[in-house]
């Protein structure tokens, strides 16, 4: 069962324009969520996070936002840049238990056109 | 500066052979994971570790095992090479409790013939 969903294989967004990855969840029990960003042969890198206490965070050009009523988050891109071009995955935590995971999503392939 | 370093970075075996791939990083963090990554599988955990000799199983963990004899290596050692086992494999590291950020290395590109 897939906790964390990105329905979104693909998007491609013009230079300039806002590009939007969008994220599902289905365990409540998620307190942090991340975005990581993946070039071609390289690890994922940290973007940004966001705790569930919030449902906004902000870090230049990158906004993540967290819906958690609709167990949603999405990572908000302005403006779009070529090398913005990568695999985005997002990421989701829980304490439980006295322990934790992240559990991450199978990545949107973001492709920004010059 | 302190990082999370993978190798080997490629490495190509036969079915039925053991391999180990190690991971070594120098941030001092208690936890340590290794992640494999597959076209339309995005980013799966295979085990993981929250300290000295402490492991535990992810959700992909059958054929693979892991040893943390110390706090920076997590070695993961594949008994029996298979072709499913054909991956990119990454570990990575955080400290300690929730909300904070899991450092990856560059990845290890295992091919299995």
């Known amino acids: 069962d897939q906790q964390v969903k990105q329905n979104s294989p693909s998007l491609s967004v013009q230079e300039g324009r806002i590009s939007i990855l969008n994220c599902d969840y289905t365990?409540?029990?998620?307190?942090?969520f991340l975005w990581y960003k993946k070039y071609p042969a390289e690890g994922p890198t940290f973007l940004i996070s966001?705790?569930?206490?919030?449902d906004k965070n902000e870090d230049g050009r990158f906004t993540v936002f967290l819906n958690k009523s609709a167990k949603h988050l999405s990572l908000h891109i302005v403006p779009s840049q070529p090398g913005d071009s990568a695999v985005y995955f997002c990421?989701?935590?829980?304490?439980?238990?006295?322990?934790?995971?992240?559990?991450f999503g199978t990545g949107t392939r973001l492709k920004v056109l010059a | 500066d302190a990082e999370i370093t993978q190798s080997p970075r490629h490495k190509i075996t036969e079915t039925g052979r053991q391999v180990t791939l190690a991971c070594h990083q120098t941030w001092n963090h208690n936890n340590m994971f290794w992640y494999r990554q597959d076209l339309g599988h995005g980013l799966r955990l295979i085990h993981y570790?929250?300290?000295?000799?402490?492991?535990n199983k992810g959700e992909v963990s059958d054929g693979y095992s892991v040893s943390r004899s110390n706090t920076e290596d997590l070695p993961l050692t594949l008994e029996s090479a298979a072709s499913s086992q054909t991956s990119v494999y990454f570990c990575?590291?955080?400290?300690?409790?929730?909300?904070?950020?899991?450092?990856f290395g560059e990845g290890s590109w295992l091919t299995v013939v």
């Open positions: 990575a590291s955080s400290e300690s409790g929730t909300g904070n950020t899991i450092y």
């Open positions: 570790s929250y300290g000295v000799h402490d492991t």
């Open positions: 365990n409540s029990m998620f307190d942090y």
């Open positions: 990421a989701a935590t829980s304490f439980v238990s006295g322990t934790y995971k992240y559990i």
């Open positions: 966001i705790s569930s206490i919030k």
